[in-house]
């Protein structure tokens, strides 16, 4: 039997496992989390505007980061979420406000997105009023 302190060997396997996991928790978010596909809709119009308005190289990077930040604090949230009902089945004020932190978090980063793809496609979007 394998001491919990000695190190385990590299194993493609495992690796493969791991991955599989992780997949696995990013079917539950697409399945269980409803916000997602709002999110979904708003990256796919975002990389359509981005592509229309020939955006920046620098503006590609500040989205792609900026959709990135919103999903992992969705995914975060919902974990959130999945533990507190797992934990905490019944009500309890506790559980009420870890859950509403992580979804402020998750609106936190909502609102910045938004600020970034106003910064980046109003002027553009100005322009092709005049």
């Given amino acids: 039997m394998e001491k919990m302190s000695e190190k385990k060997r590299f194993s493609v396997v ?17 399945k269980t989390c409803h916000n997602a596909w709002g999110y979904l809709f708003f990256t796919a119009l975002a990389i359509y505007l981005g592509i229309i308005l020939s955006i920046s190289s620098v503006e590609w990077i500040l989205l792609i980061l900026t959709i990135g930040f919103v999903f992992f604090a969705e995914i975060i949230n919902t974990a959130i979420e999945i533990d507190m009902d ?16 992580g979804a402020g978090a998750t609106v936190f980063v909502v609102i910045i997105s938004w600020i970034v793809g106003l910064i980046i496609f109003l002027p553009k979007i100005l322009l092709l009023l005049k």
């Fill in 14 to 30: 495992a690796r493969i496992r791991s991955a599989n996991h992780a997949f696995r928790g990013l079917r539950i978010f697409i």
């Fill in 86 to 101: 797992l934990t905490s089945p019944n009500y309890h004020p506790y559980a009420r406000d870890t859950k509403d932190v």
